[in-house]
Every structure is written in C-alpha cells, then in structure tokens.
T-cell receptor, first 114, second 111 residues
Framework: AQSVTQPDIHITVSEGASLELRCNYS??????LFWYVQSPGQGLQLLLK??????LVQGIKGFEAEFKRSQSSFNLRKPSVHWSDAAEYFC????????????FGTGTQLKVEL | DGGITQSPKYLFRKEGQNVTLSCEQN?????MYWYRQDPGQGLRLIYY???????QKGDIAEGYSVSREKKESFPLTVTSAQKNPTAFYLC??????????FGQGTRLTVV
C-alpha cells in the first residue's frame, strides 16, 4: 500500500543544535513532496516543497530538505534550532497522476530545550 | 485577503445528531480536502474534491458526507453513523497537485 512514514513520533533537541526529521514514502513513482508545520490548535503552514529539479530545497524559517530517490526519503533539516521551532511537523505527498490525493505522515512532535 | 475559512471553531454534538462543518475558500482553487486529526495519528483524509460536483472518498469516509456545489465551498457533514466523531477537523484547498492551504480547523466534541 502507498504510504508516508515518519518514524520519529517525538524528538527533543537543545536550542542551537541541528535537527533532522525523517520522512520516507512508498510509491512507485516520484510524488510531489511537502513538509508542513503545525502549532497547537492551528492549521498547517507549508515549510517547503519538492516537485522536480534540484534535490536540495530551501524553505521558510531556515529549513531545508533533501530528496533522495534511492532511499525514497525527503528528510527535513535545520542547522540551528530556535525555541520557537517547537511544533508538530508533517511530511506529505501527492502522487502525480493519482487524482491529486494529498496524503500525510503521522507527524513528529519537536520539543526544544532551552 | 485570500484564504480558507472554517467555521465554527468549536462545535458540540449530541449523540445521534448530524452536524455540518463549513469550509469556504476565495483562492480560486479547484481542489479541496477534508482531514480528521487525532493525537498520534496525523491527518487522515476523509474526502477530497478536484472539481465542482465531483468528489472522492478518502481513507476514512465512513460516517461522513460532503457536497461540492460551488467552487468556493466544501461542507462536511458528520452523520450519526460516525461512532467516534470527537476530533479536530481540517479543511484545505490547492491548485490540484500543488501545495495545500489550510483553514484553522474545527474542534468537534460529542457531549
């Protein structure tokens, strides 16, 4: 079955430390890939997206993600985490030619220690 | 300002009642989506629509119904057949295949 996996449910990092959130997908073709962030009780905000081309994409708030076709991964990174980055992060995919069905992973809750 | 609006923000339902959640967008997007969010389960797709007067079931459509009579509107009805409706509901829209814009959500509670 087609799916999006975020293997880390919770991650805790110290402020100023680097961050990597993992995302893997299982689709036959390369989908469109997204990372979203959600603050408690709010909607989701787009951090970055990958459609094609350069496999390293830059997003808002200093985030970047790298698409690795061989590993079916799209991991989110940030060199130095700020306390305000504490939130829940979701990886999402749209399977091209699949009726634009937007599917999300289960999310990773990020806690930042001061 | 362009955006997507969900109402109400909080909704309480009695056992056996149907309730309708509103979702309106003025972004001129063709695609609209409804998701249910429960702690630890991420966003699960209920229904989605690519065009007016057409919609498809998502992964957890049982106990829900939708309509898409206008491009701007995609209301979700939670029927009495949905046995565990307490959740946070999110509506989104996109230019098909592009990134989605989300509303602020409706928190539904069964009382």
């Amino acid at each position: 079955a087609q799916s999006v996996t975020q293997p880390d449910i919770h991650i805790t990092v110290s402020e100023g430390a680097s961050l990597e959130l993992r995302c893997n997908y299982s689709y036959g073709a390369t989908p469109y890939l997204f990372w979203y962030v959600q603050s408690p009780g709010q909607g989701l905000q787009l951090l970055l997206k990958y459609f094609s081309g350069d496999t390293l994409v830059q997003g808002i708030k200093g985030f970047e993600a790298e698409f690795k076709r061989s590993q079916s991964s799209f991991n989110l990174r940030k060199p130095s985490v700020h306390w305000s980055d504490a939130a829940e992060y979701f990886c999402a995919v749209v399977l091209t030619g699949g009726g634009n069905k937007l599917t999300f992973g289960t999310g990773t809750q990020l806690k930042v220690e001061l | 300002d362009g955006g997507i609006t969900q109402s109400p923000k909080y909704l309480f339902r009695k056992e056996g009642q149907n309730v309708t959640l509103s979702c309106e967008q003025n972004l001129n997007h063709d695609a609209m989506y409804w998701y249910r969010q429960d702690p630890g389960q991420g966003l699960r797709l209920i229904y989605y629509s690519q065009i007016v007067n057409d919609f498809q079931k998502g992964d957890i459509a049982e106990g829900y119904s939708v309509s898409r009579e206008k491009k701007e509107s995609f209301p979700l009805t939670v029927t009495s057949a949905q046995k565990n409706p307490t959740a946070f509901y999110l509506c989104a829209s996109s230019i098909g295949g592009g990134h989605a814009f989300f509303g602020q959500g409706t928190r539904l509670t069964v009382v």
